[in-house]
């Protein structure tokens, strides 16, 4: 942006504001170091037991232990990466539906989106029989993807045709949501044992079953979109100081609205397809970020994608290694672990709105 | 020199919130815009810049039409202070360099940062600007959203009821600020306000708006009894205290 030598100079007039930028900047490299420590570790963790040299060999093949090479390459790097992918899409998400939305309650699954995916994936399994057949591994993302990528229509339309606010884009996802719930619900009753195995297992969230090319595709999906989202950085500032500002700043609010309200459900729409339903990401991560750095999107962006991913992988990690060999459901365990990080974080230190 | 034609505008399925207001005003002035709650006042001050698109009518400044620029240009032109203050955990200076959003391509200029340094330091807001602006008070973080306007390098400043949630030092200082910056002849000033003798105060042109039209317009010779009890439809008195004009309620 500029030199550092001025930018040090302007600085000096105002510690405060360097001591602020300091931490942000500090912040951002704090959750860099813990998702590369969280990395290493979830690479190492796990029922095999692996030297650390061996690990490292391993991720180009060149282990001498030919099990190691197979375990880090075909297992644990690609739920590694799936976790990384995934958890930054879902943190960006969040924190841009967030912001354009006004409302701290927004993300993927508070507007129905991921509820919408979950109905996609009980219709594929339970009407066209998806969960047992060779087709299903195509077939349930693609359908999943489909049901929230419907609801993210439904929602853009009101937001488009009808003028909604943006509060009532927020009570109409809830009850959006609860509609595909319900649906889900009933498709469920009519289902037999087997079906609803394959289902109740497909929204408990696994972060194994993607393939790379999928991981490839989430990625390319979520990159773009983290650069579209980084380069419009100070449109969100602006749409913080209000509508009416934000238009006298030359933005086009309801375009900016409508474009990241498609872009933020694209990329959950496809993350949500390949992985199942994980919850609590996309909420927690960019409010822990706000908690330190504020509502600047200069930081706040990329420390909603580094807490995204940094939480994602903590979480898979705590859910394969508490009770190892046995791994536990990744939605839940976000949810279980989730909630009461949101909780902590809502009630710590509020003494000031 | 902005110049207002014929302006017209109603919300959708309702009556004629502004019916052709015409008008013209110099460079520097400093205009207040007077009149009842739902006269308009803000309704027009926002289709100035585009806000609020207008049904018909133009403004013209320096012979270019405003309502055919693009937003950004417009935001180049003309800045808007709201009447809500935005109350969030942002430093100061970055809300202030907000200002220069319309101008930014990639990333904030040198320049950028030179003129919001010079925008902070007239309005003395340098020792604040680490600040997050849920830390200032209500007349702080109102001065704080005129110097985001003023960043902006505007040829207009439209102002919207700033001092209607402020104590009466920092009502004196906000306007005083905006005084001083249209005294050098720079800007143009257009204030929503409610208190007549802060108007009186601090203002050189008056337009009294009533149900959507120009009722007066022109110096403080147009604030007399007549026009007070025409808009506001109570009795008053403009008083003349040591060469001061002063409304009197009576």
Not at chain 1, 21 to 28: D, T, V, W
Not at chain 1, 152 to 169: C, M, N, P, T
Not at chain 2, 216 to 224: F, I, S, T, W
Request: glycine fraction near 10%; include cysteine; hydrophobic fraction near 50%.
């Amino acid at each position: 942006m500029n030199s550092g030598r001025s930018r040090s100079d302007r600085n000096s007039w105002d510690p405060a504001y360097r001591k602020k930028q300091i931490r942000s900047i500090l912040f951002l490299g704090i959750l860099s170091l813990v998702l590369v420590l969280s990395v290493i570790l979830s690479l190492w963790a796990g029922s095999y037991d692996t030297p650390f040299g061996d690990l490292m060999r391993g991720i180009f093949n060149k282990a001498q232990d030919n099990k190691i090479n197979v375990v880090v390459r075909n297992v644990r790097l690609p739920r590694i990466c799936t976790a990384v992918v995934s958890g930054a899409g879902l943190g960006v998400t969040g924190c841009i539906l967030q912001s354009i939305l006004y409302n701290p309650l927004a993300s993927a699954s508070t507007l129905g989106v991921s509820q919408g995916a979950g109905f996609g994936a009980a219709f594929a399994i339970i009407a066209l029989g998806a969960g047992t057949a060779v087709s299903g591994s195509v077939m349930i993302p693609l359908c999943a993807f489909a049901g929230s990528m419907a609801v993210a229509l439904v929602i853009l339309a009101l937001s488009k045709f009808r003028q909604v606010s943006s509060e009532s884009i927020v009570l109409a996802g809830v009850a959006i949501s609860a509609m595909f719930t319900g649906a889900t619900t009933l498709l469920q009753y009519f289902a037999d044992e087997v079906e609803l195995a394959a289902l109740v297992f497909w929204t408990f969230g696994d972060l194994g079953s993607a393939s790379w090319g999928q991981i490839g595709f989430m990625a390319a999906v979520s990159l773009i979109g983290c650069i579209y989202f980084i380069l419009h950085r100070w449109d969100f500032n602006a749409l913080l100081s209000g509508t009416e500002t934000a238009v006298s700043l030359g933005i086009n609010v309801k375009r900016v609205t409508m474009i990241n309200m498609i872009v933020c459900c694209f990329i959950a729409a496809v993350i949500v397809s390949y992985i199942g339903l994980i919850n609590f990401i996309g909420l927690v991560a960019p409010h822990i970020v706000r908690r330190v750095v504020g509502n600047n999107h200069v930081y706040l962006i990329p420390g909603s994608i580094l807490a995204g991913s940094s939480l994602l992988l903590l979480g898979d990690l705590f859910a394969r290694t508490v009770i190892s060999p046995v791994i536990l459901p990744i939605g839940a365990i976000t949810s279980f672990l989730g909630a009461p990080l949101f909780l902590y974080l809502l009630f710590k230190g509020r003494t000031r709105e | 020199m902005i110049e207002i034609k014929d302006l017209r505008y109603h919300y959708q399925g309702g009556p004629e919130i502004l019916k052709s207001i015409s008008f013209r005003l110099e460079e520097g002035r400093f205009l207040a815009i007077l009149g009842n709650n739902g006269a308009g006042k803000s309704t027009m001050l926002k289709c100035f810049n585009k806000i609020i698109f207008p049904d018909s009518g133009s403004v013209v400044m320096d012979g270019e039409e405003i309502l055919n620029l693009s937003a950004k240009e417009v935001a180049k032109r003309i800045a808007f202070v709201a009447q809500t203050v935005p109350n969030n955990q942002i430093t100061v200076h970055d809300m202030v360099m907000l200002g220069r959003r319309p101008y930014m391509r990639w990333g904030f200029t040198q320049e950028d940062h030179k003129i919001v340094h010079e925008v902070m330091e007239s309005l003395h807001l340098l020792h604040m600007r680490g600040r997050f602006l849920n830390e200032l008070s209500g007349g702080e973080r109102q001065k704080v959203m005129l110097a985001r306007a003023l960043a902006q390098q505007p040829k207009i400043l439209l102002l919207d009821e700033p001092t209607s949630s402020l104590d009466l030092k920092n009502q004196y200082q906000v306007l005083q600020a905006v005084k001083d910056i249209c005294g050098n002849g720079q800007i143009t000033a257009m204030v929503v306000i409610h208190d007549l003798n802060l108007a009186l105060r601090f203002c050189d042109r008056f337009l009294l708006l009533q149900n959507g039209e120009v009722c007066r317009y022109g110096k403080q010779e147009v604030l007399d009894r007549k026009a007070i009890w025409e808009v506001y439809g109570v009795h008053g008195e403009v008083l003349d205290i040591q060469g001061r004009k002063i409304v009197m309620v009576d």
